[in-house]
């Protein structure tokens, strides 16, 4: 599956921004969507994630109360609705799938780049 993120770009501090990924198509193996960010000089980590099924969600406790992950079945995509930004958050903002029984996100989309300044 090839994942296609966009919604990127450079706000203020407390500004906002909605990231999307969209899935070229879905499996019944598709079990989970996750939103990574990598700034400059520090390691890549996890920011949310969310299933297919079921909507599950999860958030990294520096998002917590500020982002908002989401999906969208009918249209293959996910979202991170992200609010109250700081810069802290700028990064590049990647989203990847992983599929049923697999603990690690086999599929990358190519990222985008969210910069915030203060």
């Known amino acids: 599956v090839q994942l296609q993120a966009s919604g990127g770009g450079l706000v203020q501090a407390g500004g906002s921004l909605r990231l999307s990924c969209k899935a070229s198509?879905?499996?019944?193996?598709?079990?989970?969507v996750g939103w990574f960010r990598q700034a400059p000089g520090k390691e890549r980590e996890s920011v949310a994630s969310?299933?297919?099924?079921?909507?599950?969600?999860d958030y990294e406790d520096s998002v917590k109360g500020r982002f908002t992950i989401s999906r969208d079945n009918a249209k293959n995509t996910v979202y991170l609705q992200m609010n109250s930004l700081k810069p802290e958050d700028t990064a590049v903002y990647y989203c990847?799938?992983?599929?049923?029984?697999?603990?690690?996100?086999?599929?990358w989309g190519q990222g985008t780049q969210v910069t915030v300044s203060s």
């Open positions: 198509r879905r499996t019944f193996d598709m079990f989970e």
């Open positions: 990847a799938s992983r599929d049923i029984g697999h603990s690690d996100f086999g599929s």
């Open positions: 969310i299933t297919w099924t079921g909507g599950r969600t």
